[in-house]
């Protein structure tokens, strides 16, 4: 662990992930796969992650608006801050399905669980250009749920449980701050970041208060703070995926292994 790393200048800290990121993504593009949707979406999963990632990146800056004719310099922090909390929910969520499970078979239980959430959640838009493929989906759905009615995963769930899962698509019974703390977060950091990530994406009053009162300096102070856990899931997120793709493991020279496993260490130990 080199603790140098921790305290590099954001923007290079910024850089040195996003080259992490694109090369661990373009290296897999296009590259025949060996379990159809399961490996498929291992991949999607980063690529939405990257998105959020270097939509941070543009806006941590800040932005320059024409207020009355003047130019004006403006903190982005608020959305800076929703965007951190949709990576931390991308990267569990991976963990959660593809590096928690104990077994093959709850992998596919989780990843098909996952995918019919998704399709139920579509069930419910008014989408009059996709009602075809809407009831496509449809049928999909009951193909997946009869399939996954035999798992010993489905079969491991309460009644209540079971009809929630039946009725609403429902599959895990963990906290989003228990799902962090499970892919590699301190306790006390996964408590503090989600809770703290929350308040901006609910737009509560604190949040509010906070973006109002706080004049530019104020609120890149508190931007920078929060990056960190950025920082950590990022590296996170690289460990685990190299993990699985030991080809992408290999595209790391010496100082990235240790600068991702640096970075993965902090959000063990920090806030212990």
Same mark, same amino acid.
């Given at each position: ?70 130019? +004006? @310099?403006?903190?982005?922090?608020? %959305?800076?801050?929703?965007? #951190?909390?949709?990576? *931390?929910?991308?990267? !569990?969520? /991976? ?36 009602? +075809? @493929?809407?009831?496509?989906?449809? %049928?999909?759905?009951?193909? #997946?749920?009869?399939? *996954?009615?035999?798992? !010993?995963? /489905? ?36 408590? +503090? ?5 929350? %308040? ?11 973006? !109002? ?60």
């Amino acid at each position: 662990m080199n603790l140098q790393y921790l305290s590099l200048d954001k923007e290079f800290l910024f850089n040195w992930y996003e080259d992490l990121i694109t090369k661990s993504i373009s290296h897999l593009e296009g590259k025949k796969l060996t379990n159809g949707k399961i490996e498929y979406y291992k991949q999607e999963f980063l690529k939405q992650y990257y998105t959020h990632f270097a939509s941070i990146k543009v806006l941590y800056p800040g932005l320059k608006v024409i207020y009355k004719g003047k130019e +004006n @310099e403006i903190s982005a922090s608020a %959305s800076i801050l929703v965007l #951190i909390r949709a990576c *931390l929910e991308n990267y !569990s969520m /991976f963990y959660y399905i593809y590096r928690n499970a104990n077994s093959s078979e709850e992998i596919y239980f989780r990843f098909w669980s996952w995918f019919r959430e998704g399709l139920i959640s579509r069930q419910r838009f008014v989408l009059p250009h996709m009602t +075809n @493929e809407q009831k496509s989906e449809k %049928s999909h759905i009951d193909e #997946i749920t009869k399939e *996954l009615k035999q798992c !010993s995963e /489905f079969l491991s769930f309460s009644q209540k449980q079971q009809k929630r899962f039946l009725e609403e698509g429902k599959w895990y019974f963990l906290g989003k701050r228990r799902l962090l703390e499970l892919s590699g977060f301190s306790e006390a950091l996964a408590l +503090n970041c989600y809770n703290y990530f929350s %308040s901006y994406t609910h737009s509560t009053s604190s949040s509010i208060l906070q973006t !109002s009162q706080a004049d530019f300096n104020d609120s890149k102070e508190i931007t920078d703070s929060m990056t960190e856990a950025l920082f950590i899931a990022t590296g996170l997120y690289l460990h685990n995926y190299s993990s699985i793709f030991q080809e992408i493991n290999e595209l790391y020279n010496d100082k990235d292994k240790e600068f991702v496993f640096t970075w993965c260490e902090c959000g063990r130990k920090l806030m212990k």
